[in-house]
């Protein structure tokens, strides 16, 4: 290479350079203004995330484009831009939501009957299904005798055989709210459907949502509007992402009072029931300003685990506990194998000590 050639380069190197730092300088410029753009969308609750406003820059610059590059290169450019300006918008840790960490809020508190979620851990302890007023009344005077503050039950039960016990219904919302309250416990329910909803604000303290309706997004909805602290399962096969903006449809109802609940995913492990994500625990901690739960029992499938696993979330920072407790398990209507009976749950007791007390 010549002399004469090398100046050349050098001289096309600095304009590029100098082109570098003008580009570097514009991308400042518009990370400001999508600053600025965030801050009014929030204040208006609008959403940070246009599609429309997208393609219509996108289809401008394609027709302004005259090379030398191609359409699908400039389309490649500017929608990493895009991309990287909403990670902008939406803050450090790129989701945006109102349920999301922020410095400047403080973590979400739960009410729920006389019981507070997002302190002391809680309990929730219960049958898999309500089967008799009998059955529920039973096990809420034994629970309650050894300090449980919230009664579970299933009524409306979605299981995964039509031929399997599919709750007692409307009668089964009864019988465990007059049993939660004649021994001083909140109560709380899963519902899977909209008209579902008016027995349950009349009798129970609080909704579940289960793993099945979690990206039933109308039902969630509703669910918000009625005022009812929501116990959130995860999808069995949702990404953390997807149960956190779950939950955000039922935030944007108005209604914060949202307890998450990890509960096992499906994976190729065939020993337990699904598979304890236990690391969603302090994700989902760090991630969100919502309190965690886990449903101990559903994970594991196995009585025997449960113990165990009930210590490893709680040690990993849960703020409570679902476990399902039976009189008689091997007599139980529905998941017979992974409930507890009284024997088994004072056994469970004792290695939470440290976290629950005597």
């Not at 349950?200 to 303290?205: N, Q």
């Amino acid at each position: 290479m010549s002399d004469t050639e090398n100046r050349d380069v050098v001289v096309l190197r600095k304009k590029i350079s100098d082109l570098n730092m003008k580009l570097l300088d514009l991308q400042s410029q518009r990370a400001q203004l999508v600053i600025k753009m965030a801050a009014i969308k929030r204040r208006d609750r609008l959403d940070l995330f246009s599609p429309s406003r997208e393609r219509e820059m996108i289809q401008a610059l394609l027709q302004a484009n005259r090379g030398p590059f191609s359409n699908e290169t400039v389309v490649d450019l500017f929608k990493h831009i895009f991309d990287v300006s909403l990670q902008l918008m939406r803050g450090s840790n790129g989701s945006g939501l109102e349920i999301t960490s922020r410095f400047d809020l403080p973590p979400i508190t739960v009410p729920a009957g006389d019981v507070e979620f997002g302190k002391k851990p809680v309990l929730i302890a219960g049958p898999c299904s309500v089967e008799s007023e009998e059955q529920i009344d039973q096990i809420a005077k034994e629970l309650a005798v050894r300090g449980v503050r919230v009664l579970r039950g299933g009524t409306f039960k979605m299981r995964t055989s039509p031929y399997s016990f599919q709750g007692l219904g409307n009668e089964g919302v009864r019988f465990l709210g007059e049993a939660a309250k004649r021994y001083g416990m909140a109560s709380i329910t899963e519902v899977n459907a909209i008209h579902q909803l008016d027995i349950c604000v009349k009798h129970v303290d609080m909704l579940q949502i289960g793993t099945r309706s979690m990206s039933n997004f109308e039902l969630l909805q509703a669910a918000g509007q009625t005022g009812l602290p929501i116990l959130l399962k995860r999808g069995f096969a949702a990404t953390l992402e997807e149960f956190e903006l779950a939950a955000e449809y039922i935030y944007k109802t108005g209604n914060q009072r949202i307890v998450l609940c990890e509960r096992g995913i499906r994976t190729f492990n065939s020993e337990t029931r699904f598979t304890l994500d236990i690391s969603a625990v302090p994700l989902l901690k760090l991630r969100t300003r919502l309190p965690v739960t886990v449903d101990v029992s559903h994970a594991a499938g196995r009585r025997i685990i449960i113990p165990a696993l009930a210590r490893a979330a709680l040690a990993a920072g849960a703020d409570g506990l679902m476990v399902e407790v039976h009189p008689q398990p091997h007599l139980a209507h529905s998941d017979g194998k992974q409930q507890l009976d009284i024997e088994l749950f004072d056994a469970m007791m004792v290695g939470l000590k440290p976290w629950f007390g005597d």
